[in-house]
């Protein structure tokens, strides 16, 4: 299931062949997006193992923040100023985990079992879009694999 929030870019900035983070975050770290966000989860992954990728280390601090407030207990982020080491072990092991990075888990990471993948974000890089969606798409024993969820509320699938 693929769910396509339909988005205006004209406002995004570019530099160098994408978005800058400035203009994401205009767009991603308000509190409307944020609402977004968890509105999206709970409609259509609530207790799914999920990946968000973010515009932002400050997008990604103020959904913790917002996904905590909400009562989510099993929720933590990751990204290049606030590392978390052990944070993969924890998403391999929680069954409705909730996982909120930068960028961070776009390639490399071997856990099979991701029943949704959310985009909180914009991008103009196919291959990027393609990475992070693919993080929901590999099979598994334990999760037939016939099917994923992805919330692209960037306007990405456009």
């Avoid at 769910?3 to 983070?21: M, P, R, V, W």
């Avoid at 609402?35 to 913790?64: M, R, W």
């Avoid at 998403?91 to 959310?118: H, Q, R, S």
Wanted: aromatic share 8%.
């Amino acid at each position: 299931m693929s769910i396509c929030k339909t988005f205006d870019d004209t406002s995004l900035k570019q530099k160098n062949g994408e978005f800058t983070t400035e203009s994401l975050d205009e767009v991603f770290d308000t509190d409307e997006a944020k609402y977004d966000v968890i509105k999206h989860y709970e409609q259509y992954a609530k207790g799914k193992k999920t990946i968000i990728f973010n515009s932002s280390i400050n997008a990604n601090k103020h959904l913790l923040e917002e996904f905590k407030k909400a009562g989510y207990e099993n929720v933590q982020s990751d990204d290049s100023k606030n590392p978390n080491p052990n944070i993969i072990d924890w998403f391999k092991k929680t069954p409705d985990a909730i996982l909120l990075n930068v960028d961070k888990y776009t390639a490399g990471m071997d856990v099979t079992d991701i029943e949704c993948v959310i985009l909180n974000r914009a991008t103009l890089s196919l291959s990027l879009y393609l990475q992070c969606v693919g993080r929901a798409g590999r099979s598994t024993k334990l999760i037939p694999k016939d099917h994923f969820i992805h919330i692209d509320l960037g306007g990405n699938v456009a």
